[in-house]
């Protein structure tokens, strides 16, 4: 399958453009970007890639692409890549304003492409196969999921501290896609967000009830001291309590799964459980979430 990437940021570099030229299965066939100076440089460190300064001309040209830019760039070309029939890689959030995100999922439906949208932990191996166990167990109780980052801290130096978008939107819309896609395909859907309240700085608390009857509680935040970062995802029902193991995989073997998943449906025509409707009710939620936030 020849696959185009859209984008050329720290994340397309670091993640993106690594998985797509490692997979055995998908052929990087180009690279287009915003910026044409960014999209060569990105080029030619992978090989002296085909550079595209027209986004259709690439849609035209593959079979899939896949996207490294912030939702709000991210969904419009999404909607139109679908149309042009291209099967999706996207990353979470799939968007952060509702139509958008309702018009990609509308665009892959009519076009009857493939979607898969990348949220990592659910393409690590021992995560995954945690999450599964969990989902096919019942008399779930209650959870709580915990993600604390340091990437706004004083201190931070990551590449993504300067992201406009993030700055935006905070933890809410950067991590907490990662602790729902965690929750939701264990816990069932969620009936009500009955709670959003501010902490310190971007923190964000939610209490959630899904349709199973269980509750859960959700703490985000991007400005977390880094002594005290990390994730967790804690449940509790009949069968004890137990706990997200974690994992040392980085993004670059999880994209490659990624891809084995859009292969997997693209040749299959069965949808992904991280398709753009998943990452579209995602949104949904925390869309509600946002709306509801008070303190």
Known sequence: MRIGLLGTGPWAEMAYAPALSAHKELDLAGVWGRRPEAAKELADRHG???????????????????????????????????????????????ATDLEQGRAVVAAVQEAGVASVVFFTARFQLAIEAWIAEQAAGEGWFTARAEWFGSLFDDGSDSPFAASPWRREKGALWDVGPHALSVLLPVLGDVDNVAAAVRGPKDTVHLVLRHTCGASSTVTLSLTTPPAASGATVELRGRAGTTVLPTSDEGAVPALVRAGDALLAAARGGHPHACDAAFALRVTELLATAEGRLTG
């Open 48 to 94: 002296g890639l085909p550079v595209y300064e027209d986004v259709d001309a690439l849609f035209a040209d593959v079979d899939a692409v896949a996207v490294a830019l912030p939702p709000s760039v991210q969904a419009p070309l999404a909607a139109r890549a679908a149309r042009a029939g291209c099967h999706l890689l996207l990353d979470k959030p799939l």
